[in-house]
């Protein structure tokens, strides 16, 4: 350090005027941040269908902004760094370049494939490793430490698997419904829950109106962890917060299907499409702000006053970073675009003057007995997003003999038919409509007119103690190829669709629910001849 001198008097400058610029990121630091944002960027632009289709997880559009965000917090304070030593690096190396390598079978998956979540979770754990591991390279265990909440973060963007998502929401539902219904009777309007449907006075109020708030609940996961990372609480005081959310999300869902449940009963279930949307939102707004009130009381007022004295890291903390080369940085994004126009380039070729279409549809026996049309409700049709739906309910004479209600829905080509198609299931809807599933009979192939087989899914179901037979059916376009008829959703089904380069596909289901059988043999013995008189080919 030099002063100067005044006399015989010798001054040194104040030390405290001194300000060190932080150090600047060198170019292969922007270009690593630019191939992790890439790579994102094609997992984000595939949940999207999820986003926009499933009101469930419409939250997702708000977690990649969040998590940049909670990304550039954590930067501001990042640890010094400790670059890991040869056998580490070696390690590092290895598994970005394995992730790297996978992004093309994932990514040729996944186009015909929407409707497989598990996928998508490859994918993202694929790029969460590729970004911690980057992370570790250029500043060692620390840094992967600090950069893993914002990265682990864009997880919650993900639809959960079926089977636990099936699981929570109709438990949550059926939870709701129950004490909804105890609230009403103890107020003295006589309620019965069936399934997670509510009876009051002969008004049915449907799962639609009386819903559990399933997207609140994911709310509180999104906020609450936000929250607690943005005011950096400790993992137990976190963990109460998401707990108190939960709370709060389940207490607001379970007055708002009451208060939906009271105006079915006074001024008839025609009324609740004035109030549904209104009550939906004010149960987010009450989630929030329960939310933001709970972290005010968690946060400690030492940890406020640290964060509004912390300053930002000098050049002496990024001293020992080891920036990622700018040409591996370069190849890994020229990769990823490679990846991208190779995976369209290959369903491209394949579709190069393939005709798609329906092989077969359905007209329903408008001269059968008993023959009734079904009108679809506006809210189903808002859920469904089908292009083309018809349901009926007739009398199939004998022998044997059975009542029959039909629903028949078909999606054209596009982005959304494959998940639309299979997002509501007998599975799915009937135990929300009060009916119990007893057995699952697996698939079976049925003869069809045109000399082709459906795959028909069969089910048992119970509504109190009548038997309830369902038999389902998925079917997409045909492109040359014979679909052979078993499940869709196994996996051969699926990389054969990758190997013959079909995506997109229309889709088509019908659904056939047999009452009033003897047996299941009986049931089934009528779905084969109502699948022969109103199935019908296509030239």
């Not at 959304?416 to 929300?432: F, G, R, W």
């Not at 014979?482 to 089904?493: G, N, V």
């Amino acid at each position: 350090m030099t002063g100067y001198s005044c006399g015989t008097e010798t001054i040194l400058p104040n030390p405290t005027l001194i300000v060190t610029p932080p150090a600047p990121v060198s170019r292969g630091g922007w270009w690593l941040g630019g191939v992790l944002l890439v790579g994102w960027l094609v997992l984000w632009n595939r949940l999207r269908v999820d986003w926009s289709v499933n009101d469930q997880y419409a939250y997702g559009w708000f977690v990649p902004p969040l998590a940049l965000a909670l990304g550039a917090l954590r930067w501001k304070d990042r640890p010094a760094p400790e670059p890991p030593g040869r056998t580490g690096s070696l390690i590092l190396a290895v598994a970005v370049a394995g992730c790297l390598a996978l992004l093309l079978p994932v990514r040729l998956a996944e186009e015909p494939n929407g409707d497989w979540r598990l996928l998508s979770w490859f994918h993202a754990l694929s790029l969460t490793v590729l970004s911690l591991g980057a992370a570790g390279w250029c500043g060692g265990r620390p840094w992967a430490r600090h950069f893993l909440f914002p990265v682990g973060f864009l997880l919650l963007a993900l639809p959960w698997p079926s089977g636990p998502e099936q699981a929570l929401v109709q438990g949550l539902q059926h939870g709701v419904a129950g004490i909804a219904a105890e609230l009403m009777n103890l107020l003295g309007i006589p309620a019965e829950q069936q399934g997670n449907l509510i009876r009051v006075r002969d008004q049915l109020v449907g799962v639609n109106e009386a819903c559990s708030g399933i997207r609140s609940l994911q709310t509180v996961l999104m906020a609450g962890l936000f929250l607690g990372e943005l005011s950096r609480l400790s993992w137990p005081r976190r963990l109460v917060l998401l707990a108190g959310g939960v709370a709060v999300a389940m207490g607001a869902n379970v007055f708002r299907s009451s208060l939906l449940v009271w105006i079915a009963a006074q001024h008839g279930s025609a009324t609740l499409s004035k109030y549904h949307d209104a009550a939906g939102v004010s149960v987010l707004v009450i989630v929030f702000v329960g939310l933001v009130f709970l972290n005010g009381l968690l946060e400690p007022k030492k940890a406020q006053q640290t964060k509004k004295e912390s300053a930002p890291p000098g050049p002496q903390m990024d001293a020992g970073v080891r920036w990622v080369p700018v040409a591996v940085a370069a190849t890994a994004l020229v990769w990823i675009g490679a990846v991208e126009v190779g995976t369209e380039a290959w369903y491209r070729f394949h579709e190069r003057g393939r005709v798609t279409r329906p092989i077969w549809s359905v007209a329903m026996p408008e001269d059968a007995p008993g023959f009734r049309r079904i009108e679809v409700d506006e809210v189903s049709r808002s859920l469904l997003r089908y292009d083309l739906g018809s349901e009926a309910r007739w009398v199939s004479p004998g022998p044997p003999e059975g009542a029959c209600t039909a629903f028949f829905f078909r999606w054209e080509p596009g982005r959304t038919s494959t998940t639309l198609a299979v997002m509501h299931q007998p599975t799915t809807c009937l135990p929300s409509s009060g009916l119990r599933q007893i057995a699952d009979g697996g698939v079976r192939a049925m003869p069809a007119p045109g000399g082709f087989t459906l795959p028909v899914h069969a089910y048992e179901f119970r509504l109190h103690e009548q038997p309830l037979y369902v038999y389902y059916i998925v079917w997409q376009d045909q492109t040359g190829y014979e679909l052979p008829a078993t499940d869709s959703a196994a996996s051969a089904d699926r990389w054969a669709a990758v190997r013959r380069g079909e995506r997109n596909l229309g889709q088509q289901t019908l659904e056939l629910v047999v009452t009033g059988a003897a047996d299941g043999a009986a049931a089934e013995a009528v779905c084969g001849r109502i699948i022969g008189q109103i199935v019908c080919p296509r030239g």
